[in-house]
C-alpha cells in the first residue's frame, strides 16, 4: 500500500517536472532572482555609500527582502494552481485515469500521490526562489530576516492550500471550472485581507470580520500576512509599509490552514472514490 502512493508520488513530480509550465516558471524564477541581485547590489551600495544608520538600513534591507519573498509568493500561488488544476479532472476527461484505477491501487492512493507529488515539488521550488533570495541579500549585506524558517513553511503551507482545493475541484468540475473557481477564491481573499488591513487602521469592526471571513474562506493570504509579520524585526513592523501588517493572523490560523488542508485532501478522497469514472 505504501508503495503503490509512493510510486505515484513519484510519477507525480516527474509528469510536473517535465511539463512545460514548470520550466517556464524555474526560468522566469531564475530571471528574477538575476533582476533581484541586480537590484539589491545596487541599493545596497547606495546604503553603504551614504553611511545610513543600522535603524534605517535595516528596515530597507527587510523591505527589499519581503519585496522579493511577495513575488516568490504569487509565483508560488500561480504554479500551484496552473500545474495541478487539470491533474485530475485532465485525465477523468481523456479516459487516462482508467489505466491507473483499473490496477490494484485504491482510489484514495492515487490523490494522496498526487498530492504529495505537487507538495514536493512546490516545496524544492520554494526552497530555490527562497532561499536564493535570502542568499543574495545575506552574501551582499550580511542581512538575514528573523524567523526565516517560520516564514518559508508559511508560504508552502498556502501552496498546499491550493493543491489540496485543486484536486477536490478537480473531482467535482471540469478543468475551466476548477481553474475559475480557485482564481476567484484566491481573489475573495487577497481582497478580503486588504478590507481587514484598512478596517484594523480605521478601527471598523465590520470590515475587520469581513477579513476575518474571506480568511476562512480561503486561508491562503492570511498565511503570507503572518509570515510578512513574522519575517520583520521589530523596528520595521512599527514603520508604515505594504508589507506592515495591522492586523496580525494569529498562531490560530495556521492550526485552521492546516485543517482545512487536511479536510480538503479527505474530501477529493471520498469524493473521487464514489465518482463514476
Do not use: C
Not at 53 to 59: I, L, Y
Not at 86 to 111: A, F, L, M, N, Y
Amino acid at each position: 500500500m505504501l508503495n503503490n502512493v509512493i510510486t505515484l508520488t513519484w510519477l507525480t513530480f516527474q509528469e510536473a517536472r517535465r511539463r512545460r509550465m514548470v520550466v517556464a516558471a524555474l526560468t522566469i524564477g531564475l530571471l528574477f532572482l538575476i533582476l533581484f541581485s541586480v537590484g539589491f547590489v545596487l541599493i545596497n551600495n547606495e546604503i553603504t555609500r551614504e553611511e545610513f544608520p543600522d535603524f534605517t538600513a535595516t528596515p530597507i534591507r527587510n523591505f527589499v527582502t519581503l519585496a522579493g519573498l511577495y513575488v516568490v509568493h504569487f509565483l508560488a500561488i500561480m504554479l500551484a494552481i496552473f500545474t495541478s488544476v487539470d491533474t485530475v479532472s485532465g485525465e477523468i476527461t481523456s479516459h487516462t485515469i482508467q489505466s491507473i484505477v483499473t490496477k490494484p491501487i485504491r482510489r484514495w492512493q492515487v490523490i494522496l500521490g498526487k498530492w504529495l507529488g505537487y507538495a514536493v515539488m512546490m516545496g524544492l521550488y520554494l526552497s530555490l526562489l527562497s532561499g536564493g533570495i535570502v542568499a543574495i541579500v545575506y552574501v551582499v549585506s550580511g542581512y538575514a530576516p528573523p524567523n526565516l524558517l517560520q516564514g518559508l513553511f508559511l508560504l508552502w503551507l498556502q501552496a498546499l492550500v491550493l493543491i489540496s482545493l485543486s484536486l477536490l475541484g478537480g473531482t467535482l468540475f471540469s478543468t475551466l471550472t476548477n481553474g475559475v473557481a480557485l482564481f476567484m477564491l484566491y481573489g475573495l481573499a487577497f481582497i478580503g485581507v486588504w478590507v481587514e488591513q484598512i478596517g484594523a487602521i480605521l478601527q471598523s469592526s465590520a470590515a475587520l470580520r469581513v477579513g476575518i471571513v474571506s480568511s476562512l474562506i480561503m486561508p491562503v493570504e492570511a498565511l503570507w500576512g503572518r509570515a510578512s509579520h513574522l519575517m520583520q524585526p521589530p523596528i520595521a513592523n512599527a514603520l508604515p509599509s505594504p508589507f506592515t501588517v495591522s492586523s496580525v493572523p494569529s498562531p490560530a490560523m495556521v492550526v485552521y490552514a492546516m485543517v482545512y488542508i487536511g479536510v480538503a485532501l479527505l474530501m477529493s478522497m471520498y469524493v473521487f472514490g464514489r465518482r463514476d469514472l
